[in-house]
């Protein structure tokens, strides 16, 4: 709902691509034409948290909206250029989060969310589609599977989940008194 309600295309795509790529908000803002590969379906995340670099999917509908974007403007480098002609800068940082009030605000949504907040339901979704989480750990670029697990939390389908297969663990037991 987040994304369909950003009033401004430009952030509306921005939010799109950091929910449907798990990206932090500088890692959104930087990147460039040259880190997507419409080839492989892959984004190449630059000097991301420590410095490290990685590889991460792009659907086909955030490519589509990214291609889209980039004609609106053409900046030679990146994808989300500031404001102003000749900018070298991506977007302020400070706007998107100002864009992100905006929209909560919309939305009657009183809840301290963040551009951040939406790489965190990027994971909890993930994890509900039956996604593992070490996969999960290489997506988000995380060092330690502890700080993956940071980012789920135990939502209404995956509590339903996991008394379905308790359920099924206990079911598949031979007990001796249920036989006589």
Request: hydrophobic share 40%; with cysteine; aromatic share 4%.
């Given at each position: 709902m987040l994304i369909s309600m950003t009033?401004?295309?430009?952030?509306?795509i921005f939010f799109l691509t950091l929910y449907t790529m798990g990206l932090r908000l500088g890692e959104g803002l930087s990147l460039t034409v040259h880190d997507i590969d419409q080839h492989t379906m892959q984004v190449h995340i630059r000097d991301g948290k420590g410095?490290?670099?990685?590889?991460?999917?792009?659907?086909?509908?955030t490519l589509n909206a990214l291609r889209a974007h980039w004609l609106t403007h053409r900046h030679p480098r990146l994808i989300f250029p500031g404001k102003g002609?000749?900018?070298?800068n991506p977007m302020d940082r400070g706007g998107v989060q100002k864009a992100m009030k905006l929209v909560l605000k919309d939305c009657g949504i009183?809840?301290?969310?963040?551009?951040?907040?939406l790489r965190h339901c990027f994971a909890t979704h993930l994890l509900e589609q039956g996604l593992d989480l070490r996969s999960l750990q290489i997506l988000l670029g995380h060092a330690s599977l502890n700080t993956t697990a940071r980012y789920t939390r135990m939502t209404q389908i995956k509590q339903r989940d996991a008394a379905l297969a308790i359920n099924r663990l206990a079911d598949a037991l031979t007990l001796m008194w249920e036989t006589v």
């Amino acid at each position: 709902m987040l994304i369909s309600m950003t009033k401004q295309k430009r952030y509306q795509i921005f939010f799109l691509t950091l929910y449907t790529m798990g990206l932090r908000l500088g890692e959104g803002l930087s990147l460039t034409v040259h880190d997507i590969d419409q080839h492989t379906m892959q984004v190449h995340i630059r000097d991301g948290k420590g410095g490290k670099d990685r590889l991460v999917p792009v659907p086909q509908r955030t490519l589509n909206a990214l291609r889209a974007h980039w004609l609106t403007h053409r900046h030679p480098r990146l994808i989300f250029p500031g404001k102003g002609c000749n900018t070298d800068n991506p977007m302020d940082r400070g706007g998107v989060q100002k864009a992100m009030k905006l929209v909560l605000k919309d939305c009657g949504i009183n809840k301290p969310i963040s551009p951040h907040s939406l790489r965190h339901c990027f994971a909890t979704h993930l994890l509900e589609q039956g996604l593992d989480l070490r996969s999960l750990q290489i997506l988000l670029g995380h060092a330690s599977l502890n700080t993956t697990a940071r980012y789920t939390r135990m939502t209404q389908i995956k509590q339903r989940d996991a008394a379905l297969a308790i359920n099924r663990l206990a079911d598949a037991l031979t007990l001796m008194w249920e036989t006589v």
